[in-house]
């Protein structure tokens, strides 16, 4: 076996792994914001102590910190609306609206990183609209169904989850955009992983002592839910980010977008795998997700494209 098919095998087991989170969320019975407090708790020791045995270092200059502090709020809000939008809904739902991700990137991009806007993207936005709208109004084939009203809107709990889940695909986007800049100017972008996440952690400490609560009381105490959040934090953060960063120095932007592309895939069939009759969705949903993909994939090949010419 060559080495461009293992890296490929590598990269797309490591998509599957982050399809395997969304599965992990669901299995664990603490809330979304105890189980983002004990994920980044994990995932940060074991980046440091992977550090330590490397001899790498935690050095960074008091300006990227600050900034570093702000990713870690980005990817803490938006793990915690991730989790949140699949115990409010269900996995596939949510999937669908986090794998927007890749447009919201392009929407976003000219703001933060002041890259010049595309007028195609503003069309392939609106295919994803389509898309959203499509599994916005259908109606699922599970008993799980329930009405709810939210600031003043009658919902269902599937089409509050989709909110929640395009709010933090937002918020995602931001984080990868902002994180790219800090990236560049380290030689070992884990340095900057481990930074993230620790400030992420330390945000929720603050957060839940600003609004009276004790954050020790956060720790999972169930067995299970351990057993489900080492995995979540060891098996799905930090093997996939430490053997990602690797990969990236051997393939292109587009290999990596295009495997990325295919996690909502991968988490939405282990979701019917796992969960069977509350993951079943109507003929509509999949239209809609598949509407939603095509578009995400159209852009990354029109992209490559313009890179080459």
């Keep these: 076996m060559n080495s461009y098919i293992k890296d490929q095998l590598n990269l797309h087991f490591i998509v599957f792994i982050w399809g395997f989170t969304a599965i992990l969320g669901k299995f664990i019975s603490i809330d ?85 806007f595309d007028p195609i993207e503003l069309l392939l936005g609106l295919l994803v609209i389509l898309g959203i709208g499509i599994v916005f109004y259908e109606e699922p084939n599970t008993a799980d169904i329930r009405h709810l009203s939210y600031l003043g809107f009658e919902l269902t709990n599937f089409q509050l ?58 720790w999972a105490t169930q067995n ?35 495997a990325i592309n295919l996690e909502p895939v991968y988490g939405i069939l282990l979701a019917a795998l796992f969960f069977g009759a509350s993951e079943s969705m109507s003929p509509q949903f999949y239209i809609g997700v598949l509407i939603i993909l095509g578009t995400v994939i159209a852009n990354g090949i029109i992209k490559a494209r313009k890179r080459k010419g």
């Design 32 to 116: 979304a914001l105890a189980l983002v407090y004990n994920r980044t708790a994990i995932t940060s020791v074991a980046i440091g102590i992977y550090l330590l045995i490397l001899k790498r270092g935690f050095k960074a200059n008091s300006r990227d910190l600050l900034f570093m502090w702000l990713c870690g709020v980005l990817i803490a809000v938006h793990w915690i609306t991730f989790f949140g939008a699949i115990k409010i809904s269900n996995v596939s739902i949510t999937l669908a609206g986090v794998s927007t991700g890749a447009l919201w990137s392009s929407l976003l991009s000219p703001i933060l990183s002041k890259t010049k």
């Design 161 to 218: 989850g989709l909110i929640i889940a395009l709010f933090s695909s937002m918020l995602s986007a931001s984080f990868s955009i902002l994180n790219k800049q800090l990236v560049t100017r380290y030689p070992k972008p884990v340095q900057v992983t481990f930074w993230e996440l620790t400030f992420a952690f330390v945000s929720i400490v603050i957060y839940s002592i600003v609004v009276g609560n004790n954050p020790m009381k956060l």
């Design 224 to 258: 299970s839910d351990w057993i489900y959040i080492a995995i979540l934090a060891l098996a799905c953060t930090a093997y996939p980010f430490i053997k990602s960063v690797e990969l990236l120095k051997r393939l292109t932007p587009f290999s990596v977008m295009l």
